[in-house]
Each structure stands twice: as C-alpha cells, then as structure tokens.
C-alpha cells in the first residue's frame, strides 16, 4: 500500500493511492512538537510499503528559516517510515533534503487534475489558503515558489477556517448603516460558516480564537465581537448571519478575481476545484461564468479535502509502475 502525507503548518492529510484510507490531524506545528509521534503511529498503524510526502509546514514562525523546517519535517518523515519519498517543486521525486520540496503540495494536485482533466485552472481551498494554478497540457504553470505565486495571484491567503475576518473585511453593513470592525484575532472564517450552517461542528478542525467551544452559540459570540459587541447587544440572529454572509462574498469576490486574472493570462475558462472551500470556488465559478468540476463528485467529500495526500500517493504509485 502506497500512503500520500501533506504536512502543513496546521494539518496533516493523509490518504493512500486506492482512497480507502483518509485522515486529517490537526497539528499546529508553532504550538507543539507531536508530529514526529502522530507520523509514527500513522507509520505503525498503516504499515505503507512506501510513502510519498509534501511539505507545506516550513514556512511556521517557530523555524528560523525554510531550510530548518524542511529538516525538522523530513527527518521525522524518514523516522517513521521506511521507504519516504518527496515530491519536489519540479514534479519530481527525491529522497534529498533540498530547498525545492518546500510548499510542493499544490504541484501534486495539479499534477492529478491534469492528467483527469486536462486543461483547466486547479483551485483548492483549504482551511488557511487557495491555491489558483492553472493547467495546459497536462503541467501546472504557476510560479514554483509561494513568494512567485503570491505575487501572481496563484495564491489567495485565504481559506474556510482559519483566516482572521479582520483579515477579510474592514467595514460590515448592518440593518442601521456601516460599521467599522474590530482588528483583534476575535473571529475566524469557520465561525461564519458554522453560523451560516455551510461546516459542522466536526468541520471546524482548527482552535477557536478564545479557546470556547466549538458550537453555533460560541461561533456567534464571536461574531458579536468583531462589531465590539456581545450577544445582549446584537440579540437579532439576521444580524449575525448578515455578518457572516458578507466574510462569505468577500472571500468569493477575492478567489474569482485572482481566478479570472489567471484565466485571462492563460486563456482558460474551466475549474477544478477541491478543499474544504470547494463551495466558495462552486460560488466563484458562477460569479465567473465559467464551468466547474468538483473532485468531491468524482471521487467523494473526504478525498476532496486531503487531495494533496491522494495526489501524492497516485502520483508515487504511477512512477513505481513505470
């Protein structure tokens, strides 16, 4: 069995090449060092004959720089598995430790989309970012680093769950005019979606703002302060929902705008998309006009969110049989 590991700053996906397996952990590697044992028992757990890996994670505030975190990922991968290979910014596999395996896990997704289906622009968006690569002839043509594709559009940071709404809005309509928000950390993404009713509560895999809890009325009190307000002041649940409606189109309005610029460079106008935000890229697409194809419908919700992971096993398993 061939195992796909996306390690990021905040999860680590995981998925085998048939899609029978698919796991999801949350580990903030800026909080705690439990990547090298949760990698071990995944290694025990699964027995992969082999394993192929991306990192996403270097680039957390508790490494001084990429080449650092890169060791730090690499060297608890190869801990625990016996045959650990890495995809690299190029498409290609290594066991090296180099600087080109840093945030290469959007190269694995492209990579599968391309060859499923053909030319298109690649959207995942995931709990932090959206990734916007587009896709001509089967090869991801997007700039090859973080800092290339921020600067082109091909990287939107934003995302369904862990993103600021400070980050998102400056001002929110409300039923008695325009008010200015806070810029405290008081509410994230998955607070408006869990008010609009588009994440469960097992949705919400990331930590809360306040450290409460992780249902409708937590997610509401936490609403309220973006506003300098608490529940007694905002009792109308509209007003609430209106809030989280405008997180909601203006994260859309961003995607299908960085979107449409890498369509228009590219001469492009069909979507695949995935993530836990597929619905924002579903919203966009409309926004757009553009036609849309869901990796949720042809190969189900939880491979969906993990694409990376099944990208990467697929990936190692076709260079195996080759």
């Known amino acids: ?6 390690i990021g700053g905040a999860n680590t996906k995981v998925a085998s090449c048939d899609g029978r397996i698919v796991e999801l952990h949350y580990i903030p590697l800026w909080k705690n060092t439990t990547l090298p044992g949760v990698l071990l028992d995944i290694s ?36 625990a598995f016996r045959d650990a290979w890495y995809l690299d ?32 622009i690649f959207v995942d968006i995931g709990s932090t970012t959206a990734d916007i690569i587009p896709i001509k002839n089967g090869k991801p043509l997007a700039g090859k680093t973080d800092f290339e ?7 939107v940071y ?66 309220a302060r973006v506003v300098c307000a608490d529940l007694a002041q905002i009792e109308e649940e509209d007003t609430l929902v209106l809030i989280a409606q405008q997180v909601m189109e203006k994260q859309v309005k961003d995607i299908a705008a960085s979107i449409q610029d890498v369509a228009s460079r590219h001469d492009l106008d069909h979507i695949v998309a995935c993530g ?13 006009g553009f036609e849309i194809a869901l990796i949720s419908e042809k190969y189900g919700g939880e491979i969906s969110k993990v694409f990376p992971a099944y990208a990467v096993a697929r990936l190692l398993g076709e260079s195996c049989n080759s």
């Open 276 to 288: 836990i935000g597929e619905f924002m890229a579903k919203k966009a697409a409309d926004e757009l």
């Open 44 to 79: 025990e757990r699964l027995e992969p004959e082999k394993a192929g890996v991306v990192i996403t994670g270097e680039l957390s505030d508790c490494f001084t720089d990429k080449e650092t975190g890169l060791s730090y990922i690499i060297d608890a991968s190869n801990n």
């Open 158 to 223: 934003t995302g369904t769950l862990r993103t600021n709404i400070a980050a998102i809005l400056d001002k929110i309509k409300l039923s008695g005019g325009v008010s200015r928000i806070s810029s405290e950390l008081f509410a994230i993404t998955a607070d408006a979606y869990l008010v609009l009713g588009i994440i469960s509560r097992e949705d919400y895999t990331c930590d809360t703002p306040d450290g409460a809890g992780k249902e409708i009325i937590d997610a509401r009190r936490r609403l």
């Open 89 to 120: 910014i190029n498409g290609v596999f290594t066991k090296q430790k180099k600087r080109d395996l840093a945030a290469a896990n959007w190269m694995a997704s492209s990579m599968i989309a391309g060859e499923d289906f053909g030319n298109s």
């Open 149 to 155: 594709r921020l600067k082109n559009g091909e990287l």
């Open 1 to 6: 069995m061939i195992l796909g590991i996306d």
